[in-house]
């Protein structure tokens, strides 16, 4: 077997099931994701198509399946065809984002209302959470914003992907994504504490203390170096926080 | 799609010995490491040493140099549009910094540039953020922690990890200003995984001799993405962001500066001329060559566009003779092909396991030595799983971190993967995940020094695109340092060549006849044209009846 073998284009054994892409009909490989599919019916992407992973949001889409009311929502790149979905791709949604001077703000929630005053517009349908591919709970981290609540609201929001969905379908027309990302930078700067242990080692790099380990390394011959490489202390894997090296020359 | 049946019982196998395996971790029982001679031995099972993957290239400034095909392709190909049609009198954009590509790189360039007086312009082939930075999961190297940890054994594992064919200097900017970027992504309001007290949580990574590894959950790329583009929003009214225009073609003046580039409208299929006094080059990786048909974790865009246009303009490529395949992409689900799986379940205690249920490689190799074990593994051993759809894999046993570090561990520290796959009806928590190499970064690229300048004045670069900071190969959580390291300094580097060196001059694409020129010369385009901008994945079948359809290079 050579490399090749795991290669991207495979042949494609499965059964065809029919899909309505913007309500047009196409037999497809029941295997495929959405966007899989979408190009083996003929289609070439240039909007609605990012990292093909699942994190970008750029392919967030709805659909809607025969005999149910319901709007459906999943991620093009992440989400396995069905029969008779009738689907649609959303790449972009318009959204008015605030802008402010992040090192201005201090971490008080009247600075997101200022910013955002929409926020109070939600009337708590939770149209935006039922939406969302990634299953934030977007009403929520609205709710707790509304409460002055920021570090809820960024840990209720760290997994979103800023497709916009939650922004398409609200009542009250919020831009919730743009709101979440302030809450979370906020959190971030203002509300968790910063990492004491970095500063000093930035100010120690600063004072060149490390300089003359690094000069030493860079002159070295490669077998020199290779021997220093191999004998270097190594970490254990399983090491509290406070372990520390035998030798802390180079510290 | 849920695992079938007969892979439901080949991870019975697999669950019979993680008991016994997960006693080993505890008691820091590991496979041992490879000595130099070991991995030595073991990389002829890499891709890169298949000679007959590559080529030499017959044209341009590394002419002489063998690379992949898929590389060398983009490289021997001609211009996408004929220069001559080009009326370079009439600027559809003017700035005094243009940064091409979007990604983190980009971005950090952006607002270091304009931190340092200049206006910018953004050019992205597709929205600002679609970059590998927002793919990248497991995390960004730094030595932050004095009491065990300094630049001096950060440098060392980059070294080792490269095989010791690392630019020194570039090595050396990276690691020690590795700390400063934590601290300025800190300031910025990333939310990277800390300790109540605000200490960092570090981990190791494959080939880390120290726990350096800092993360915001299994989405550091992402949270990291999200921020520096919210800044540049901030700062809207002087970096500007043009999306779906990648760039086609750098040009030059009559002083032999770079002065801008031809931009093309991805929409409209405009052609536009951007002036600019300084450009930064930060179009990331080649992923989506499909490099010896691998498939790949990169973004839809990661072409090699950058490459091609600075090559061309006459600056010299190195280290792209090796490419760096992860070694953890999913086989299985086939929809889920070629996706990341984050080194950080290797490091959080997840075993590599074949067919027998066996450990066969320490799980925290450099990732050329890690994906050649596991190649060797299913290749020469035959101890690979097969899948369903005639490939092979191997077993990471992601359950063992809920056993080591208590229930609802891989639910809350892997929540992007854990849903993932739940989507598709595994629960990566109970059962283990399938895994093969794929195609993950380009170790090289176009040539550079360590304050981000190439040898063509006015162009500067940052990130996946350059080469020489990780030699031969790179190591997890030095990506994600090296764009912002790179990003910021090659951003403040054009803002001060702006100021003191950029001259104004007659624009031209000379560069671009001239080369054209060679390859017609070498006879070797064989009418391929580049950047290649976007993958096809237009099958066969629906080509063949695209009877009026045109295709340049692979856009329709």
Redesign the interface.
Known sequence: MSSTEVAVKTEIKARLIPVYIMGKKYEVPETLTIMKAIEYAGYKYIRGCGCRGGVCGACSTVYRKPGDYKIHVGLACQTVVEPDMYLTQIPFYPALRGTYDFTELTGKPEEIFEIYPELFRCVACNACTKVCPMDVQVMDYIAALKQGDIQKAAELSFDCIQCGLCASRCMGELPQYHIAQLARRISGAYLTPRAEHLKTMVANIETGRFNEGLDKLKAMDENTLKKTYQEREMEPATAGEDWAPKDNQYL | ?PYPEELKQLIKVVESTRSERVER??K?E?VPFM??EERHDILKYH?DF?EEGRRELQVGPSKGYRIAHEMANVLEAKSRVDPAKIDLSKIDYETDVLVIGGGGAGTAAALLAQENGAKVIIATK??H??A?T??AEGGIQA???????????H???V??GGH?KNT??LV?TL??NA??V??WL???????S???????KTI?GGGT???RMHFA?D?TG?EMM??VR??A??R?NDISVIE?SPAVELILNEHGQCAGAVLYN??TEEYLVIKAKAVVMATGGCGRL?V??????N??GATADGIVMGYRAGVKICFLHTVQYHPTGI?FP???E???ITEKFRGS?ANLVNIEGQQFVNE?EPRDVEASSI?RE??ERGKGIPTP????GIWLDSPMIDMLVGPGTVQREF??KY??YK??GIDIAKEPMLI??TLHYQNGGLEFTSDGATALPGLFLGGEVGGGTHGENRLMGNSLLDIMVYGRIAGKSAAEYVKAKAQDGKLSLEHVVKYNKEIDDAGVSDGRIAPML?P????PE?KKK?LTAHYEGT??
């Open positions: 799609m971790k505890k820091n590991e000595s130099l891709p298949i597709l929205r953020g679609d590998n927002m793919m030595a932050t922690k004095g009491h065990k940890d300094s630049p001096y054994f440098y060392l594992d070294m080792g010791f020194p200097e050396e690691v020690n700390p400063d934590i601290k800190e300031g910025l309001g990333c939310n990277f800390k300790f109540p007290d605000g200490t960092l190791h001799s120290r726990k959950a989405i992402a999200r921020t919210d800044e929003r901030n809207s779906f991805l929409e499909h010896q048909g691998f498939m790949t974790t973004h839809y086989v086939e929809q889920a070629g996706i990341l205690g925290r190649i299913c290749v759809t005639g490939k092979r929540p992007g849903i993932l989507r598709f093969y190499p976007l096809d994945y237009t099958t629906i695209q856009i329709r």
